[in-house]
């Protein structure tokens, strides 16, 4: 059964896509309210990543998306990141032969200049040890320092919904800390998160609602505090029911 939310700021629903003719994504049916923070959870190629890339407009897709009151089943991806609908893409990208500032005034792409330099400002105040180091070139951060960069980057658009896709990715158990609770901060501001996350346990913390995806559909809806939610997330993603009693 779907939850029910709130304040919807972002509902998916009927949405199928892939890559030329292969099928990825079967009728993904995904809400996400104002404010609130969700992840998106399943097993190496379940289709997480092609599904932040359709929501955001950078595949091809069919179904129906609607961002803040408004369809945006057919909008692009820079259409969507002016709704306030931005996507940090997996793999921390930024510049390297750029310095940090630079990095944050290119993401402030559209934006006017002195808006952009604020909002460059609003984005580092998230990341005290990157804002050290805004006149460095983002070759000398650290792999976690540049994942912060990445994630810095969304903010600078002032997204109602910041969509991270494994924003801890090759990082130390510490820098996934660091970087998570950038995430939760920025939730208590008010901003909506969908986070994909492979580390179960550190995105239940960081979370209100998760979604398993398995074959490209949901199989488990779920909200994070439920008891056992762990190990009903593994039978999902393995293709038991995950409604079904435990056995025991
Ligand atoms: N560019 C592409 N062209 C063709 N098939 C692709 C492409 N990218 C992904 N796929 C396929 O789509 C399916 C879903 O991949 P996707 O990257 O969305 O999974 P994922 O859940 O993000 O996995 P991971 O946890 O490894 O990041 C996989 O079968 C993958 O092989
Ligand atoms: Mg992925």
Do not use: C, W
């Not at 090759?170 to 920025?186: E, H, I």
């Amino acid at each position: 059964m779907p939850i029910s939310v709130r304040d919807p700021l972002l509902e998916v629903s009927g949405l199928s896509a892939g890559y030329g003719k292969i099928g990825v994504l079967h009728g993904i049916e995904l809400t996400v309210g104002a404010g609130e923070a969700v992840a998106l959870l399943g097993p190496n190629g379940a289709g997480k990543t092609t599904l932040l890339r359709a929501i955001s407009g950078l595949l091809p897709r069919s179904g129906r998306i609607r961002f803040a009151g408004k369809d945006m089943s057919a909008t692009g991806p820079r259409d969507a990141v002016s709704a306030g609908l931005v996507h940090v893409v997996e793999g921390h990208r930024v510049f390297t032969q750029l310095s940090v500032f630079d990095n944050l005034l290119l993401a402030g792409y559209g934006l006017p200049r002195s808006a952009r330099v604020h909002q460059v400002e609003e984005a580092l105040a998230f990341f005290p040890e990157i804002a050290e180091k805004r006149r460095d070139l983002a070759a000398t951060l650290s792999g976690g320092q540049q994942q912060m960069l990445a994630v810095a980057q969304g903010l600078v658009q002032r997204p109602r919904l910041l969509m991270l896709d494994e924003p801890s990715a090759g990082l130390s158990p510490v820098l996934v800390d660091r970087v998570l609770a950038a995430a939760a901060q920025l939730r208590r501001t008010g901003t909506a998160i969908l986070l994909v996350e492979q580390l179960i346990e550190k995105a239940l913390a960081t979370v209100d609602r998760v979604y398993a995806l398995a074959r490209g559909t949901i199989v488990l809806e779920a909200h994070a505090g439920e008891a056992d939610l762990p190990n009903r997330l593994e039978q999902a993603y393995f293709g038991q029911d995950a409604q079904a009693p435990l056995q025991t």
